[in-house]
């Protein structure tokens, strides 16, 4: 007697019911946008909206660039039998990992040991291996970019025919994701109006994307990177003078670069929890004070990217907090 329980699949995917069959169908795109929320107090003088990355299925803007970067080496053949290895300070990958995971592939990753600890448990309990990586460890004219030197050094090596290496830094397929899916979003919910878009400078991948986007519907468009300043505490922004450029950055499609200290980027990230609820990470609070302190008209539309959730900062936020639960930079 065959006594094996067989269960027939009783519903299928239903956009309209909010229900799935993979946790992979949550990934935004031009139908099914991220939303767009206004920050009505902290940037009380001009419109500025923010994009909400962190409720993407994994966490962050980074769903996106993962999803199309996994998608590229498999559809090129490059990934075959082989492992994934990445340099991430944390929310690529997570979210590379969490894609792996759903398709049975082994991933390292190697981090920045500043990075704080809650990202590296994410990607332990997603079954990631990693591997953290001392700012002093080479490049020496770019210490922080020692975590990229390693993962590239990993997919070099003879363990080549072990390793592919995405490299977000310097894949298209980066750009092609936010090109493809958070411009058009944008462009989609501002009804074309959106006159001014402000990103950090990371892997350069969505301010390049959308960038490359928003100019081709209107190049009139400001496009503003923001630049964390040497030796920040702003995980997942760049500072150039410490860190090589991305390949994929693309300057003709940036306007201008303002530069943002930590201290007032922790204050507008504790401004943006406490007044407009929204709990997001300290590279938010940086590119909310660089637009809130930008020359823009006040009725003018405005968007921000608000690449991941606060809740990943915990412990640098328990650090940042005095006895009177104001941070202390």
């Known amino acids: 007697m065959n006594t094996e329980l067989k269960i027939t699949p009783q519903l299928t995917t239903d956009r309209s019911a909010e229900r799935y069959d993979d946790i992979r169908e949550l990934l935004p795109d031009p139908d099914h946008p991220s939303p767009l929320v206004r920050v009505n107090r902290v940037a009380a003088d001009i419109c500025l909206y923010l994009k909400l990355e962190w409720l993407n299925p994994f966490g962050s803007i980074k769903d996106r660039a993962a999803a199309y970067l996994l998608d590229g080496l498999q559809t090129r053949g490059e990934l075959a039998d082989r492992e994934l290895v990445e340099a991430s300070s944390g929310n690529t990958g997570i979210a590379l990992a969490a894609l792996a995971a759903l398709d049975g592939i082994k991933l390292t990753v190697t981090i920045p040991d500043g990075v704080p600890e809650e990202k590296k448990v994410v990607l332990r309990m997603l079954g990631a291996e990693v591997w953290e990586t001392p700012d002093s460890l080479c490049p020496v004219d770019h210490p922080k970019d020692g975590a990229i030197a390693l993962a590239r050094s990993l997919a070099a090596s003879e363990n080549g025919a072990r390793y592919v290496m995405p490299d977000q830094y310097e894949n298209p397929d980066n750009v092609r994701a936010h090109y493809e899916t958070t411009g058009p979003e944008i462009w989609r919910q501002t009804e074309g109006r959106v006159r001014a878009f402000f990103a950090g400078f990371g892997t350069c991948g969505t301010i390049t994307g959308v960038g490359r986007y928003l100019k081709e519907q209107d190049p009139t468009i400001k496009i503003v990177g923001v630049e964390p300043q040497k030796g920040h505490r702003l995980p997942g922004l760049k500072s150039f003078v410490e860190s090589n450029q991305p390949g994929i950055l693309d300057w003709s499609v940036i306007d201008d670069v303002v530069q943002v200290d930590d201290e007032p980027a922790y204050n507008t990230t504790k401004r943006l929890w406490r007044e407009e609820g929204l709990m997001v990470g300290p590279s938010t609070g940086a590119i909310v004070h660089a637009a809130s302190g930008y020359d823009l008209v006040p009725d003018e539309i405005a968007v921000g990217v608000s690449p991941d959730?606060?809740?990943?900062?915990?412990?640098?936020?328990?650090?940042?907090?005095?006895?009177?639960?104001?941070?202390?930079?």
Do not use: C, E, N
Not at 319 to 328: N, V
């Open 309 to 329: 959730s606060g809740l990943k900062y915990t412990s640098y936020f328990a650090q940042l907090l005095g006895g009177d639960g104001m941070p202390r930079i």
